[in-house]
């Protein structure tokens, strides 16, 4: 009886050693991050009847959550009521990025509590016919009031964002006013403008569609 408990004894062990070495293959995700933006600058030169527009567009990237001057890691870039991605081909306009990556955008219907998942969007890129996310009011994710000079976050736009490396996040801008005020005065409409407040979840994790 003890010889067959020391066989099974010995039969179990290498089992546990083998079922422990497996979960330790196991790749361990990241966990993904759910943040705010605040403040990021787009200034540009030009336009509302004041010449072309031009000026360097403010690149931002996801996985350091920051504004970032290298050429080459970084995912969105602001200038203006303009919103590149590092994906595709130049557009056209004056001084934009070079895009080097595989980025990609696509723009959800939705709140952004119920856009959870990037696996099911066909993500844009921009190109000779324009940007990925598009331009204009009402186009893409603001509204431009012309009688007040207002640009307001459209409703139920989300933008979800495949990164220059492929990785996924998704945006919802709050405001375009520096410390995105709650309500929008003439002062504020002409002065403390072209600065984007947005909140953004990231999936840090290559191959992870997950947005939750």
């Not at 003439?186 to 953004?200: G, L, P, V």
Request: charged letters at 20%.
């Amino acid at each position: 009886m003890q010889s067959t408990f020391k066989f099974f004894t010995f039969l179990v062990l290498p089992l546990l050693f083998i079922a422990c070495d497996s979960d330790d293959d196991e790749p361990q995700l990241e966990a993904v991050e759910s943040k705010t933006a605040t403040n990021i600058p787009a200034p540009q030169t030009g336009g509302f009847g004041q010449g072309e527009i031009g000026g360097s567009f403010t690149k931002f990237s996801f996985e350091t959550g920051a504004i970032t001057t290298n050429e080459t890691e970084w995912d969105i870039a602001f200038r203006g009521l303009t919103i590149a991605v590092n994906g595709g081909v130049a557009t056209g306009t004056n001084d934009e990025p070079e895009r080097n990556g595989d980025a990609g955008a696509a723009i959800a219907t939705g709140t952004f509590a119920s856009v959870t998942d990037a696996a099911s969007y066909t993500f844009l890129q921009d190109s000779a016919n324009g940007f990925a996310i598009p331009t204009g009011s009402d186009n893409g994710w603001y509204n431009y009031n012309q009688p007040t000079n207002v640009v307001t976050p459209i409703p139920g736009k989300v933008l979800v964002i495949k990164t220059h490396d492929g990785k996924y996040a998704k945006v919802e801008i709050l405001s375009y006013y520096k410390d995105a005020p709650s309500e929008i005065t003439s002062e504020i409409a002409n002065r403390d403008f072209r600065f984007y407040t947005f909140n953004y979840v990231y999936n840090p994790n290559e191959g992870e569609t997950s947005l939750q």
